[in-house]
């Protein structure tokens, strides 16, 4: 980028002097004032936006930035300028930022990408309290095409928070000087309070009590619907949130289960979701944890009126009857309230499985014994919502309630089942009734082995203990070698160094 553009811009404070009034422009000023002055913190960011921040590398952020070069007809003015400067390259990007309900429209996101565009500026990144399951999707969702040289991010404040959230929860110090861990824990402080503008996601679109008292009367919804296709966005969001969630409270980075596919293309991942609503009553995504048995499925039945939250895991292969494979399962969850969760077993090919409570599953009755071999269990909490799930916010709740519970109760406690690995083993060689000597015709007989030499494998003359292993069949004619004529073949045929 060309630094002749920049006609005007403050460096981002980190206690900006501004009005109540301008709430977004103080809290993206404190934002980026600290990812300038804590490098830990602006790698984490920005690797998120495939973006590298070397320890050489110069980071520098604007605000109330003007450019020389502004889109005809157009008054808007960007929040501010991020450049990042190794050597002689550089990167640079407009940021617009929005705080409470506040968002970013189609038509401005498009006069900032042309923005850039004609200032020469690499990127367009917003910040909004809208989420979204990756960078590169944006909640505007627009199906217009976006200029080749200019990459588009959209980064949400919670988000944001977790980043530091899991910056200051790392078991070793990743920071360079008390200062850099005090920034962070006051961001966190900050982003965290009201007064910041940033709001979690409380509520579903406000056509969903229609929508779902259309699905319970029997009415089957429209996939053209504009309502339809918000609520399935809204539904994306609410699933990017639940994973943040899990994230702070395991510290550990849990996301979304999405196809690079529907990464690249929000619209195709919208229009996959809508068909599988309008067929099945149901809105579901799965969450991908680290080091646990499988993924979490979260469903929400319609018709129903009920959030389920299931694991799906392999049954042992080490066991011979279905007996053994669910004590196996059950077992692993003795510290859980089996009260609460149920089991359903799915057999080989496409026979019936079998399921229920956990605390409840009786192994002796006919139809468990009926059963084919079990290849899988599928671990599942669910509640009934009633009226709630109607609710906009009580849906919201319940929901964000029931997935850390099923964790706490299940998924931490499941491992996966793994094959041992195989273990080799000796056998004894069948005594020769003699040994026949190449260039001989003398026959020697075999030494006599007497029953308590025969307890153990004994090796024949000149064979070391690890020629016992016994040998493939097409291989048993040939005679096995000494070790001194072993040495010499390894030496005839190693390489001369």
């Known amino acids: 980028m060309d630094t002749q553009i920049l006609k005007h811009g403050e460096p981002a404070r980190l206690f900006p002097v501004l009005p109540d009034s301008h709430k977004e422009q103080k809290t993206l000023s404190i934002f980026l004032a600290a990812l300038t002055s804590v490098r830990p913190l602006a790698e984490r960011f920005f690797d998120a936006l495939d973006q590298k921040v070397g320890k050489r590398a110069s980071l520098s952020c604007y605000t109330e930035v003007t450019l020389t070069n502004d889109v005809k ?39 900032y990408l042309q923005l850039a565009k004609i200032n020469g500026i690499d990127a367009v990144i917003t910040i909004t309290n809208q989420l979204t399951p990756s960078p590169r999707i944006h909640p505007s ?6 200029p080749k040289s200019v990459d588009l991010f959209h980064v949400s404040w919670a988000s944001i928070t977790t980043h530091a959230f899991l910056l200051a929860s790392e078991k070793e ?7 850099e861990a005090f920034i962070v824990s006051e961001l966190i402080r900050y982003l965290e309070h009201n007064a910041s503008g940033v709001v979690p996601l409380d509520q579903m679109n406000s056509e969903w009590p229609q929508i779902v008292k259309s699905v319970q009367s029997g009415y089957p919804p429209n996939p053209k619907a504009p309502e339809v296709s918000e609520m399935v966005t809204i539904w994306h969001q609410e699933a990017r949130d639940v994973a943040l969630i899990m994230t702070r409270r395991l510290r550990e980075p849990v996301s979304i289960a999405v196809s690079k596919a529907f990464l690249s293309d929000h619209a195709a991942w919208v229009e996959k979701e809508i068909k599988h609503f309008c067929s099945k009553q149901a809105l579901g995504f799965e969450l991908d944890v680290p080091n646990t048995a499988g993924r979490i499925g979260v469903e929400a039945d319609f018709l129903r009126r009920a959030v389920r939250v299931s694991m799906k895991v392999g049954a042992p ?37 079998f399921g229920a409570m956990a605390d409840e599953f009786d192994t002796g009755t006919d139809e468990f014994k009926a059963l084919g071999e079990i290849k899988s269990f599928t671990v599942e909490m669910s509640t009934d919502l009633s009226a709630k799930f109607n609710s906009r ?52 007989d075999a030494p006599v082995v007497t029953p308590e030499k025969a307890a153990a494998p004994q090796a024949a003359p000149g064979v070391s203990e690890h020629h016992l292993v016994e040998r493939p069949f097409w291989a048993r004619q040939w005679s096995v070698p000494s070790d001194s004529n072993l040495e010499t073949s390894r030496r005839d045929h190693e390489p001369e160094i």
């Not at 850390?404 to 299940?410: K, L």
């Open 173 to 179: 110090d990743p920071f360079e000087n008390d200062d």
């Open 141 to 146: 969702n627009s199906g217009r095409s976006l």
């Open 393 to 444: 916010k009580k849906f919201i709740e319940e929901l964000e309630r029931l997935v850390p519970r099923f964790y706490v109760n299940v998924g931490q406690h499941i491992k996966a089942w793994t094959p041992s690995p195989p273990k080799v083993k000796k056998v004894e060689e069948k005594a020769n009734p003699a040994q026949i000597t190449e260039n001989a015709e003398t026959v020697v």
């Open 317 to 353: 292969g080490d066991r011979a009857s279905n007996g053994a494979k669910l004590n196996w399962l059950l077992r692993q969850l003795k510290n859980s309230d089996l009260s609460l969760v149920s089991i359903l077993c799915s057999t080989k090919g496409r026979g019936q499985g």
């Open 73 to 111: 007809g157009s008054k808007d003015r960007p929040d501010a300028l991020i450049v990042i400067t190794s050597g002689k390259k550089s990167w640079s990007a407009l940021v617009e930022a929005k705080v409470g309900k506040h968002e970013i429209g189609g038509d401005q996101l498009e006069r």
